[in-house]
Structure formats: C-alpha cells, structure tokens
C-alpha cells in the first residue's frame, strides 16, 4: 500500500510539473485538436499554478508518513504483534496516539482511561493505532521526517536533511505551505518568485550546484528524499525490525 500509494502519487505530480515546464516553455497547451476554442495561460495564471505545486509536493510529504505509519501497524495487527513484542521506540509512539486528541473518550475519567490501557497491554492484546491521532510534530521539513524516523525507530540516513540542497527545499515547501494554508500570502505572489528551472553552476567536480531553486529542483529533492524515506520503512518492515 505504501509504495503504490507514494508511485501514484509522485506520477501525479510529474504529470503537473511537467505541465508546469512546457507552460513557461513556448508550448502551446492542447487538451483536444476537435475543439476551436483558444484559452490562453497568461503570467498571473502561470503564478498560481506554479505555487499550486508546493501544495502537492507537500501533500506528497505527509501523506507519505502519515501512511508509513499505518503500513508498520497494520504489519502488526495482520501479524497479532502485542505490546510487549514491539520495540522500546514503538511502545512510546503508540502510548503517545492513544493519550493524544481524545475527544471520543472525553466521558471516561483519567483513571479509567489508565484502567483500559494498562488492560490492553497486560492482557497482551494485538496492537492496533487510532489513525487520527498521529503525530507528524507540527509543520513537516525534513528535519522533522528525521525526528519522526527515529520516534519509530527506523534507520534514516540523517545526511539529507542536514545538506544543503534537500533541508533547505523542505524548509521552504513547508514555509509555502503554511502562508498558503493560513491566507497570509496569495498564490501569484508565491509562484512570481520562482522559474521552473531555477539557476545552477559547476563544481569542482563538474557536477551541477543549486544556486536558485527552481520547481524542478523542489520536485527532484522532494521525491529523493521521501523515495528513501518509503525504503527504510520497507526495511523496517521487512527485516521486522519493530520487534523487542
């Protein structure tokens, strides 16, 4: 499920990225040759479109974690997994769903809620998560995949979200995404202030710098990260590595 759902996903917006790159190119955009009708897409339109693109790149992030997440736990209720099977890490992720946005418990009082908890670990009860109580930590970047990774134990090569290229993408999706969100910034004046290819120069190695993040580069690091992130869950998965 998780790695369909991430395939569909990321071929959803290379399809409107790559709308995006013949839009600022000299491409005429044809939809049917059997209409006559001419609709021109004019510079504020191609703004809003282009800032459009950072919501479904952020769309892509969290729904990425939101459905490793349930990936890992419906790995633990299809195996029967109980509490005290799962590692120290997971224990403390699930404890921390169940205490978190209690709104259908508000009739119990605290020592029932204890009561019930407690019962469901002794009785070594088979796992299962309240999918509307997980916790990405506030606003995703990619520190926060990191920090979300070693809240479930995965294995996540940190490197990315330190260097330069993918933490700063992030910082910046996430930043866009919010001002989006919150109706503090338009849509044209976000997408005015960025080109599809951005700007890049050579290093010493002849390989290509980023000096001007374009759309292209924000798509490109965006999936790279979130194509190693799904890895590491498969792994994690794979190897059951959520076992004590």
């Keep these: 499920m998780l790695r369909?759902?991430?395939d569909t996903r990321v071929?959803?917006?290379e399809k409107y990225f790559l709308l995006l790159q013949k839009i600022e190119g000299d491409y005429k955009i044809i939809t049917d040759f059997n209409r006559t009708e001419d609709f021109r897409i004019d510079d504020d339109l191609s703004k809003i479109l282009k800032a459009n693109g950072f919501l479904l790149l952020y769309n892509l992030i969290e729904s990425t974690l939101?459905?490793?997440?349930?990936?890992?736990?419906?790995?633990?209720k299809t195996n029967g997994?109980?509490?005290n099977a799962i590692s120290s890490e997971l224990k403390k992720f699930w404890l921390k769903t169940k205490y978190r946005n209690q709104e259908e418990e508000t009739h119990?009082?605290?020592s029932q809620k204890f009561y019930d908890y407690v019962e469901e670990i002794v009785k070594n009860l088979p796992i299962e998560l309240i999918v509307n109580r997980i916790d990405y930590g506030g606003s995703i970047d990619a520190k926060k995949i990191k920090d979300f990774s070693n809240d479930l134990g995965l294995s996540f090569n940190d490197n990315n979200y330190k260097s330069y290229p993918n933490g700063k993408a992030f910082s910046i999706i996430r930043d866009y995404r919010n001002k989006l969100a919150h109706g503090s910034n338009s849509f044209a004046s976000i997408g005015?202030?960025?080109t599809f290819k951005g700007k890049t120069k050579k290093g010493d190695n002849n390989e290509d710098i980023v000096t001007e993040f374009g759309?292209?580069?924000?798509?490109?690091?965006?999936?790279e990260h979130l194509t190693a992130f799904v890895y590491s869950v498969e792994s994690y998965i794979n190897n059951e590595l959520y076992r004590a």
Aim: net charge negative; proline share 0%.
């Design 4 to 6: 369909d759902e991430f």
């Design 11 to 13: 071929s959803e917006i």
């Design 66 to 76: 939101f459905n490793s997440v349930v990936e890992i736990f419906d790995e633990l």
């Design 81 to 83: 997994i109980t509490y």
């Design 108 to 110: 119990l009082n605290t």
């Design 192 to 194: 005015k202030d960025h």
């Design 215 to 223: 759309l292209e580069h924000f798509k490109k690091f965006t999936i």
